[in-house]
Each structure stands twice: as structure tokens, then as C-alpha cells.
């Protein structure tokens, strides 16, 4: 009889956790939209010029401290603009991480479209430039109802990646 008891409890237990599996229906996505990614971390040019010590210099500093140049650590923001023909999904200027503002700037953003042909460009300053993008890439993309679409940029190459 207890035997009886556990099977029944057990197989109550394993019917709720089966239905909750599959209802309610989750989509993460609308039928007729797409996601589109944008991840990556890149770190800005640096602010100042790399300044070359003269010997004197050198031998003021102490021993463990002697280094050629005297290069600084602060780098630019870097401003990031993805496009989807004239509109906007996402545009904004990220500092730089790092107590002294010299680490890598970091996004990682998702947006959802509408599926469909998109003109996506996507843009990249990383030299404190005013309007004009050190790096960008253009590219027009049919995205299918539910399809993620990665853009990363790939530092080995310099180059935007779409994927």
C-alpha cells in the first residue's frame, strides 16, 4: 500500500513538472520578428603620445621603474552606431572601463526587427574624432521571423563581423 502511495506521488510529481515544460508557451520572439546582437569589447585609442625619456630622466627614476617611454594610460570613448536603413537601433558612446579609464569598452545590446531586408550599418569611433567612423561596414541582411544576427568586431582583422 505505501508502495502503491510513492508510485502515485511520483508519477502526480512527474505529470505537473511535464505540463509545466510545455504550457504556458514561451517565445522569446514575436512570428514575425528577429533579433539582432550586438556584443563586443574594444578598447579606445589612447589620448596622449608615448613620449620618449632622455637618460637623465631615466636615472631619476628608481631602478624598478626605468622604462624607455612614458606612455598614457587614459583612452578615448568609444562611439558605436548600428543602423537599419535611415533608423537609428542603436547609438551611443561608452567609456572606457578601468579606474584610470584604460580598459576596453564593452556593449553587448539586443534589439528586436521587424523579419525581412534590412540595410544594417553599423560604425565604430575609437580615436575622439567628431562625426566621422574609424571603422564601419555595411551590408544588406534579408533576416527570417525568429533568426538572431550577431555583429561583432574582430580585433585581429579590425573589422566588423556579421553573422
Known amino acids: ?25 514561451y517565445e522569446l520572439l514575436g512570428e514575425d520578428r528577429a533579433l539582432v546582437s550586438l556584443v563586443f569589447s574594444h578598447a579606445g585609442e589612447r589620448v596622449g603620445e608615448c613620449r620618449r625619456l632622455s637618460q637623465e630622466e631615466l636615472n631619476k627614476l628608481p631602478p624598478n621603474m626605468r622604462k624607455p617611454a612614458d606612455c598614457p594610460r587614459e583612452r578615448y570613448p568609444v562611439r558605436i552606431e548600428l543602423r537599419s536603413g535611415s533608423e537609428a537601433l542603436y547609438r551611443k558612446t561608452l567609456a572606457p572601463s578601468g579606474i584610470w579609464a584604460d580598459g576596453k569598452a564593452s556593449v553587448y545590446e539586443r534589439i528586436e526587427v521587424p523579419a525581412g531586408a534590412h540595410d544594417l550599418f553599423v560604425g565604430m569611433n575609437d580615436s575622439g574624432g567628431a562625426e566621422e567612423f574609424d571603422f564601419s561596414r555595411s551590408e544588406t541582411i534579408d533576416l527570417f521571423p525568429g533568426r538572431n544576427l550577431v555583429i561583432q568586431f574582430d580585433e585581429q582583422t579590425q573589422q566588423f563581423l556579421i553573422r
Open 1 to 25: 500500500m505505501k508502495l502503491a502511495g510513492e508510485i502515485a506521488a511520483y508519477a502526480a510529481f512527474a505529470a505537473v513538472v511535464g505540463l509545466l515544460s510545455v504550457w504556458p508557451r
